[in-house]
């Protein structure tokens, strides 16, 4: 085992220190660099914080959408699974599987993954919508 | 990047200049690289005529290329045909096909003042004090631009591009990628049912958005970035100006961040003498996200390819998210 801080500790402490002091004193040609490391950081920080949980719920959703029970998953694993669930989904969706009665399930699942995924990439996206 | 500001490239550049405006002599007073271009690069290029100053751009291939972006010469003929139709664009000048000179292909064009930058022309309100009157130069222009028909002598080599054209482009994009993304091949699906019966064909820009026009004094001075022309659906230009992933710091102006609908679409329907449904406008909302979605996935293949690495390259892969969630909206509302 490490020893802490771990990955996620120390990396918070790498973002604000790089934004209290680094930041402020970057040359102007250099602050939109600047700006995306600290985002680039932010990004990664809340991907450690957000572990396996949405994987796992669109695990569950995606075994719902095709009438299956799904044993629960996890790690490199789950992200197989749900990479070739993803593929089979998009087959369907442009052969016009979802186009009837089973379009709102499929809606409902892509929305929630978009909402999980943006909760990591860039939450002001969810704000106010 | 390339150095023009080596003595000798810099000499070679003079004496094509002298030679291509059939002067007598030219002295480079200014030769400065302009921010933004990650695929082309432009230089500010000022320059002493027979003892005149001229304020020009010089505007050359980046080291990776883009697929599907024009060649410097092709740029440079897209722009003389749009000057002439009295788009606002920069007057083009002199093209330089000859490597020999500066190591690639190479245009200059005029200089025009103004703020383009997306971030300040949507903050600034000194900057547009009038957004409603900038919304309609930009309605009139674009209808001056959609005037361009097909067939064009000068304009052989541009595709024509629908919207089942676009489609299938997207989806064989998307074939090529190890990994799969439901919710575009849902918009993509969604854009093949809703697709229009038959499609007027015109010039299109293909790019026409805040952040590539120029504003001075509060109007429109001219429109940059001419890299992705073709012939299509005029639409599709206008589904361009309103998407809101082109707003950026005013959401809630739906035309490029600047304006409201009823300042734009009124004025390019007076000018251009076509009709935008509302159900047009949100179909070519949904594509222009698409087609968004498909360039930013390009762009961060340039980047995990090794081919260009970058920190701005590899972040675009975290818009993909917001593009989708603006796909999901548009197409629950109809």
């Known amino acids: 085992m490490n020893d802490r801080p771990d990955a996620r500790e120390l990396l918070q402490a790498a973002r604000d220190a790089f934004t209290a002091e680094i930041l402020p004193a970057l040359a102007h040609e250099l602050r939109y660099t600047g700006l995306m490391v600290a985002n680039a950081m932010a990004i990664v920080q809340r991907e450690i914080e957000a572990g396996d949980a949405a994987a796992r719920a669109e695990w569950e959703r995606l075994g719902k959408l095709f009438s299956k029970r799904p044993e629960p998953l996890a790690g490199d694993v789950l992200h197989g699974a749900l990479a070739s669930y993803n593929q089979r989904l998009a087959n369907d969706i442009r052969a016009g599987r979802f186009d009837g009665r089973e379009r709102a399930a499929m809606l409902e699942n892509l929305r929630r993954t978009t909402e999980e995924k943006l909760a990591v990439s860039n939450p002001k996206a969810l704000q106010g919508r | 990047m390339t150095d023009l500001n080596e003595s000798l490239t810099r000499k070679r550049l003079a004496g094509f200049i002298t030679r291509a405006a059939g002067a007598r002599d030219a002295t480079i007073v200014a030769l400065e690289r302009m921010s933004g271009g990650a695929v082309q690069e432009n230089w500010a290029l000022d320059v002493e005529l027979d003892g005149e100053l001229r304020r020009w751009v010089l505007r050359t291939d980046a080291r990776a290329p883009v697929r599907e972006s024009l060649t410097r010469a092709q740029e440079f003929a897209v722009l003389k045909v749009a000057h002439a139709a009295n788009v606002l664009a920069p007057e083009p000048l002199y093209l330089c096909a000859d490597p020999a000179v500066t190591g690639q292909q190479f245009f200059i064009m005029q200089r025009r003042p103004g703020v383009a930058a997306g971030h300040r022309v949507t903050r600034d309100p000194e900057l547009v004090p009038d957004p409603a009157r900038l919304a309609r130069e930009l309605a009139a222009n674009l209808a001056r631009l959609h005037r361009i028909k097909p067939p064009h002598p000068e304009l052989g080599f541009l595709k024509t591009v629908l919207a089942r054209d676009n489609i299938a482009h997207y989806r064989s994009y998307l074939d090529t990628l190890s990994r799969a993304y439901p919710v575009l091949e849902w918009g993509l699906r969604w854009c093949e049912i809703k697709a229009p019966a038959s499609e007027e064909t015109t010039f299109i820009h293909r790019d026409y958005r805040t952040g590539n026009y120029l504003v001075n004094d509060g109007h429109l001075a001219g429109l940059l970035d001419w890299e992705f022309p073709a ?95 603006e796909i999901l909206d548009l197409t629950e509302q109809t």
């Open chain 2, 231 to 325: 012939f299509g659906n005029p639409l599709e230009d206008v589904g361009w100006m309103c998407a809101r992933c082109w707003r950026f710091a005013r959401p809630d102006l739906a035309v490029g961040g600047v304006a409201k609908l009823e300042d734009f679409i009124p004025e390019y329907e007076r000018a251009s003498g076509r009709h935008v449904s509302r159900t047009d406008l949100v179909y070519w909302q949904v594509m222009a996200h698409l087609r968004w979605a498909v360039i930013a996935l390009q762009q961060v293949e340039r980047h995990l390819s090794g081919a260009d690495r970058s920190l701005e390259l590899a972040l675009t892969g975290h818009i993909i998210g917001q593009l989708e969630l």
